[in-house]
């Protein structure tokens, strides 16, 4: 006998094993004033040639917009002194990550991360009817020789977050290399740098020269950081002409609006602003850190414009605990158990306002436990 078809459209295997992403909070019910503090934010905002240049693009919104981001390939190539044919812009890294696991991964397949990377990772893998493999971190830290470990002949892609979010944590560009080495010609490395600009370690680099020169490793940005274009949704890769070739054939022809390219195009030249950027996140990413565990509370060392506060078990100081106490106060920071780190929140590097205002929450926090906010 026949089984009977299904009632409804099925997905393919993989999806419904699928948790959907869930961003960070941007409200509070009740709470009138917010400082989203959820989402690795720029608190300068876009530089003010981004927001012009994206005005001026609003006086031919129904023309359609070049379908390679031509402007915005040639002003990332002559920022980084890259040949634009060898770059790919996407609606953020985010849809760049998933043409990749889409032109690389299928039923069968791997693809290989680490322990407290991006959720995004595991989301493209399964859409794409692969097989998550998550090698162990150290320390918050990724592993070279654990991820070496779970790489096997089914293993199509390795995602390395550098820095990662959400522990601020990073492997030095020898490391990265390291890794490489040892991977197989046919395995692609991709290195997802959406925090490189604010990095300041001399060991670090983003992967720019191995994404130039190696026939399997592709490198990923953002301007949705320090360039605070998150809204637009701009992202860009830079790889080997081979992996630009079949991105390009899969990717929608109009996957970038015009006034995402004009503003992104505008602020990447801005040298001032960005500069402004990174010296806010200096100045506090420091002044957070020491504050913070001056309260007694531990903080993951972080390169990027954010920070990996740690609470303890007890009763009345737990990070759930922490995190309603804040939010009763209109600071929203970000819970990280769906990252595995229940004990944990990670707070953007705010407005000296906001900043302010969470060591002070905090202090109360730490000193009443869930005493009146």
């Given at each position: 006998?026949?089984?009977?078809?299904?009632?409804?459209?099925?997905?393919?295997?993989?999806?419904?094993?699928?948790?959907?992403?869930?961003?960070?909070?941007?409200?509070?019910?009740?709470?009138?004033?917010?400082?989203?503090?959820?989402?690795?934010?720029?608190?300068?905002?876009?530089?003010?040639?981004?927001?012009?240049?994206?005005?001026?693009?609003?006086?031919?919104?129904?023309?359609?917009p070049d379908g390679g981001a031509t402007v915005l390939r040639e002003a990332i190539g002559q920022k980084y002194g890259i040949d634009p044919a060898r770059i790919v812009c996407g609606t953020g890294s985010d849809e760049l990550l998933s043409l990749l696991t889409h032109a690389y991964i299928g039923p069968g397949d791997e693809g290989l991360f680490t322990q407290h990377g991006f959720l995004v990772y595991r989301i493209n893998i399964l859409a794409n009817g692969?097989?998550?493999?998550?090698?162990?971190?150290?320390?918050?830290?990724?592993?070279?020789?654990?991820?070496?470990?779970?790489?096997?002949?089914?293993?199509?892609?390795?995602?390395?977050?550098?820095?990662?979010?959400?522990?601020?944590?990073?492997?030095?560009?020898?490391?990265?290399?390291?890794?490489?080495?040892?991977?197989?010609?046919?395995?692609?490395?991709?290195?997802?740098?959406?925090?490189?600009?604010?990095?300041?370690?001399?060991?670090?680099?983003?992967?720019?020269?191995?994404?130039?020169?190696?026939?399997?490793?592709?490198?990923?940005?953002?301007?949705?950081?320090?360039?605070?274009?998150?809204?637009?949704?701009?992202?860009?890769?830079?790889?080997?002409?081979?992996?630009?070739?079949?991105?390009?054939?899969?990717?929608?022809?109009?996957?970038?609006?015009?006034?995402?390219?004009?503003?992104?195009?505008?602020?990447?030249?801005?040298?001032?602003?960005?500069?402004?950027?990174?010296?806010?996140?200096?100045?506090?990413?420091?002044?957070?850190?020491?504050?913070?565990?001056?309260?007694?509370?531990?903080?993951?060392?972080?390169?990027?414009?954010?920070?990996?506060?740690?609470?303890?078990?007890?009763?009345?100081?737990?990070?759930?605990?922490?995190?309603?106490?804040?939010?009763?106060?209109?600071?929203?920071?970000?819970?990280?158990?769906?990252?595995?780190?229940?004990?944990?929140?990670?707070?953007?590097?705010?407005?000296?306002?906001?900043?302010?205002?969470?060591?002070?929450?905090?202090?109360?926090?730490?000193?009443?436990?869930?005493?009146?906010?």
């Amino acid at each position: 006998m026949t089984a009977s078809a299904p009632a409804l459209p099925q997905p393919r295997p993989g999806v419904l094993d699928i948790s959907a992403y869930v961003p960070g909070r941007d409200h509070v019910e009740g709470v009138e004033k917010v400082h989203k503090l959820s989402s690795n934010e720029n608190p300068l905002g876009p530089s003010p040639q981004a927001i012009e240049a994206f005005r001026a693009a609003a006086s031919s919104l129904e023309i359609y917009p070049d379908g390679g981001a031509t402007v915005l390939r040639e002003a990332i190539g002559q920022k980084y002194g890259i040949d634009p044919a060898r770059i790919v812009c996407g609606t953020g890294s985010d849809e760049l990550l998933s043409l990749l696991t889409h032109a690389y991964i299928g039923p069968g397949d791997e693809g290989l991360f680490t322990q407290h990377g991006f959720l995004v990772y595991r989301i493209n893998i399964l859409a794409n009817g692969g097989t998550p493999v998550v090698a162990e971190e150290t320390d918050l830290t990724a592993s070279v020789d654990a991820i070496l470990a779970k790489v096997t002949d089914r293993t199509r892609i390795v995602f390395l977050a550098n820095p990662n979010n959400p522990t601020g944590t990073y492997l030095p560009f020898d490391e990265v290399k390291r890794l490489h080495a040892a991977l197989p010609t046919n395995v692609l490395l991709v290195l997802d740098a959406a925090y490189a600009e604010y990095v300041r370690r001399n060991d670090y680099a983003s992967g720019l020269e191995l994404a130039l020169t190696a026939p399997n490793v592709v490198m990923c940005r953002t301007f949705s950081k320090i360039y605070g274009l998150a809204a637009l949704r701009i992202g860009w890769l830079v790889g080997p002409a081979h992996v630009v070739d079949a991105l390009n054939r899969i990717r929608g022809p109009f996957n970038l609006n015009a006034p995402a390219i004009a503003a992104g195009a505008a602020a990447i030249r801005d040298d001032a602003h960005i500069a402004a950027a990174l010296a806010h996140n200096d100045e506090w990413l420091a002044r957070l850190t020491r504050e913070i565990e001056a309260l007694g509370l531990k903080v993951t060392p972080s390169v990027g414009n954010f920070i990996l506060i740690h609470f303890p078990t007890t009763p009345g100081r737990t990070a759930k605990e922490a995190d309603a106490f804040l939010g009763r106060r209109g600071l929203l920071l970000r819970a990280v158990a769906a990252y595995g780190l229940p004990n944990a929140l990670r707070m953007t590097i705010g407005s000296a306002e906001a900043n302010e205002l969470v060591v002070a929450a905090l202090k109360d926090f730490m000193s009443a436990g869930q005493g009146n906010a």
